[in-house]
């Protein structure tokens, strides 16, 4: 599966276009033109949109990938249900024929109202069995998601063997752990795919959150000039330095173009 290409240092570029296009514009005298304020405004509110849109991208992408994920675990439910229905539809069929293989008179005799209660009685304990055997596979599905170690499949199962054979003192707990890191992978394909569709949700979300920290440095970087555009003040190094500083001063962590181009220390 492709992924969207994010630019990571589309905030820096916009920056360098935009805040010093503003600058250099008004450099030489006091008096700022009506244009360039506009366009100062104008930059203001398309950072604002940018944010807000950046967001909204942000929590589509989350819903999306949480929505293949939850197609994986109800295709690993079904998957390991077939085998349980097939096993509750071949017991109750086993417990009706013998009802009606009865040699009993007595029994042949109540077989009427025997057999519609029998199989009543049968549904509703398939019906039980089958919500248990659902959620139990759920469960089991987030504990190979969530719980067991490893970022996949192979490591997941060195880290179950390990804990079966090193960690674990109840015999119980360690049995199921071996039997969990025994299971063949064929069985285990849409844990796989579950695992591989989080892990590129995790990276797409990394970048996304790098491009919503550059926008908001670029939206305290413009604020600084845009004042000083306001009261037609001139920007000078020293503007500059409050610009920079402001920008510099938010989490640039994984930004190291940015803290170069604001001097941040």
Same mark, same amino acid.
Request: proline residues 2%.
């Given at each position: 599966?492709? %992924? @969207?290409?994010?630019?990571?240092?589309?905030?820096?570029?916009? @920056?360098?276009?935009?805040?010093?296009?503003?600058?250099? &514009?008004?450099?030489?005298?006091?008096?700022?033109? !009506?244009?360039?304020?506009?366009? *100062?405004?104008?930059?203001?509110?398309?950072?604002?949109?940018?944010?807000?849109?950046?967001?909204?991208?942000?929590?589509?992408?989350?819903?999306?990938?949480?929505?293949?994920?939850?197609?994986?675990? #109800?295709?690993?439910?079904?998957?390991? =249900?077939?085998?349980?229905?097939?096993?509750?539809? /071949?017991?109750?069929?086993?417990?009706?024929?013998?009802?009606?293989?009865?040699?009993?008179?007595?029994?042949?005799?109540?077989?009427?109202?025997?057999?519609?209660?029998?199989?009543?009685?049968? %549904?509703?304990? *398939?019906?039980? /069995?089958?919500?248990?055997?659902?959620?139990? @596979?759920?469960?089991? %599905?987030?504990? @190979?998601?969530?719980?067991?170690?490893?970022?996949?499949?192979?490591?997941?199962?060195? &880290?179950?063997?390990?804990?079966?054979?090193?960690?674990?003192?109840?015999?119980?707990?360690?049995?199921?752990?071996?039997?969990?890191? /025994?299971?063949?992978?064929?069985?285990?394909?849409?844990?796989?795919?579950?695992?591989?569709?989080?892990?590129?949700?995790?990276?797409?979300?990394?970048?996304?959150?790098?491009?919503?920290?550059?926008?908001?440095? =670029?939206?305290? %970087?413009?604020? !600084?000039? #845009?004042?000083?555009?306001?009261?037609?003040?001139?920007?000078?190094?020293?503007?500059?330095?409050?610009?920079?500083?402001?920008?510099? *001063?938010?989490?640039?962590?994984?930004?190291?173009?940015?803290?170069?181009?604001?001097?941040?220390?």
């Amino acid at each position: 599966m492709r %992924f @969207w290409h994010i630019p990571i240092d589309i905030g820096l570029r916009q @920056w360098r276009s935009a805040g010093i296009g503003l600058m250099c &514009s008004v450099l030489m005298g006091c008096v700022t033109p !009506v244009a360039v304020k506009q366009a *100062s405004t104008q930059h203001t509110t398309n950072l604002t949109a940018l944010a807000a849109a950046a967001a909204q991208y942000r929590t589509m992408v989350r819903s999306y990938y949480d929505d293949l994920i939850a197609v994986q675990r #109800d295709a690993y439910v079904a998957q390991q =249900m077939n085998a349980k229905i097939k096993e509750i539809a /071949e017991n109750q069929y086993s417990s009706v024929n013998k009802l009606l293989k009865s040699k009993d008179s007595a029994a042949l005799t109540r077989l009427p109202q025997a057999l519609p209660d029998k199989a009543s009685e049968d %549904f509703i304990e *398939s019906a039980q /069995e089958i919500r248990e055997g659902q959620a139990f @596979w759920i469960r089991n %599905f987030q504990a @190979w998601l969530d719980q067991y170690e490893g970022e996949d499949l192979a490591a997941k199962k060195a &880290s179950l063997k390990k804990k079966a054979t090193d960690e674990a003192t109840d015999q119980t707990v360690r049995n199921l752990l071996a039997k969990e890191a /025994e299971r063949d992978d064929r069985d285990l394909a849409y844990v796989a795919a579950a695992l591989g569709l989080r892990k590129q949700a995790t990276i797409l979300d990394q970048k996304l959150d790098r491009l919503a920290r550059q926008i908001k440095v =670029m939206q305290a %970087f413009h604020g !600084v000039v #845009d004042e000083y555009l306001s009261i037609d003040a001139t920007i000078d190094a020293k503007a500059i330095a409050q610009a920079a500083a402001a920008g510099a *001063s938010l989490d640039l962590t994984g930004l190291p173009g940015l803290a170069r181009a604001l001097g941040a220390k």
